[in-house]
């Protein structure tokens, strides 16, 4: 039995889809917290079981017979050291063969803020003893283009990364990756650091905006406290504004750069590129 944690979020259904490719759908557990959104799932033979980190008690009768399991990393921007943990906790009472985890590019020496919790899962998952292989996801294109309207709409992009170069890869790629290393052997003890073959800067990402919108749009770049204002000013979370701010900062520093093309290896094809996600993003 294969099983996805966060299989009601983005990147979970695209690696439930990746895995229907070559896995049947009744060896396949999509460990949800909220099973009323697993619904489309359960239609099309997926085992669907509750799974809520934040609730140990779910964990252990979901990841019963599993062998494979894909732990996404959890949505909370702090806190979630001790959800990860009751899910690993669970993996290993269940006897799991594998466990993937979703970690954070260069999670080991990055400067971001962000990678802490990744570092501390990975080592949680290192003292378990269970076979693992880590995923180091880099950041998604899908991130960037999040912030397509308002730069059509105000002529800029900003942010605070200076000339950094983001590896970022779409989230399908990465969730390709997630499902090629559960449904093929070898990858027990690995660590991929996964990114897309072309990097960009964020002036390049205006560019091609620019480009491809006819509208002019530049890359405005600013002081980390400042685009920390600009997105709480926005509306995010004080916490996730501060701490997507010092993911730039990082950047500007290469956190969020790899040219190591593993990515593209484990999916067996060229990474998508920014362009044609660029595309996709104006069209919809
Ligand atoms: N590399 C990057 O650039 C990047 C960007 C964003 C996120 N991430 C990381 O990648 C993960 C997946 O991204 P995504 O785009 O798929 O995010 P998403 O669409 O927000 O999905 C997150 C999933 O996590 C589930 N979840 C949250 N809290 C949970 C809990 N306590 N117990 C069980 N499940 C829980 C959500 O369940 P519900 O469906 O019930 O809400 C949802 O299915 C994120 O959680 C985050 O750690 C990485």
Redesign the pocket.
């Known amino acids: 039995m294969y099983a996805v944690?966060?299989?009601?979020?983005?990147?979970?259904?695209l690696v439930i889809e990746a895995l229907l490719k070559t896995i049947p759908a009744n060896r396949i557990v999509a460990?949800?917290?909220?099973p009323a959104?697993a619904g489309d799932l359960a239609e099309r033979g997926v085992i669907v079981h509750e799974?809520?980190?934040?609730?140990p008690e779910t964990l252990g009768p979901a990841l019963a017979g599993v062998e494979k399991l894909l732990l996404?990393?959890?949505?909370?921007v702090t806190g979630?050291l001790p959800?990860h943990r009751a899910v690993i906790d669970a993996a290993t009472q269940a006897g799991v063969s594998l466990i993937a985890y979703?970690s954070?590019l260069h999670a080991d020496t990055s400067p971001a803020r962000l990678a802490i919790e990744h570092r501390q899962t990975e080592e949680v998952i290192a003292a378990s003893g269970l076979p693992a292989v880590i995923l180091r996801?880099?950041?998604?294109t899908?991130?960037h283009l999040m912030a397509l309207p308002p730069a059509l709409e105000h002529g800029a992009f900003v942010g605070a990364a200076k000339g950094g170069r983001f590896s970022?890869a779409a989230?399908q790629d990465?969730a390709e990756a997630a499902a090629a290393v559960l449904a093929t052997g070898g990858h027990a003890g690995k660590t991929y650091e996964l990114a897309a073959d072309q990097a960009f800067t964020l002036a390049e990402l205006a560019a091609e905006v620019s480009r491809q919108s006819g509208k002019t749009i530049i890359y405005n770049d600013l002081s980390e406290v400042a685009y920390r204002d600009v997105l709480t000013g926005a509306g995010l979370p004080a916490d996730l504004a501060a701490l997507l701010a010092d993911a730039d900062a990082a950047a500007s520093r290469g956190a969020l750069f790899d040219d190591g093309g593993a990515l593209g290896r484990l999916i067996g094809r060229p990474t998508t590129s920014m362009q044609s996600l660029v595309a996709a993003a104006l069209r919809s």
């Open positions: 944690t966060g299989a009601t979020g983005q990147l979970g259904r460990a949800v917290r909220n959104k799974a809520d980190y934040s609730r996404i990393s959890s949505t909370e979630r959800r979703t954070m996801n880099g950041w998604y899908e991130n970022s989230r990465y």
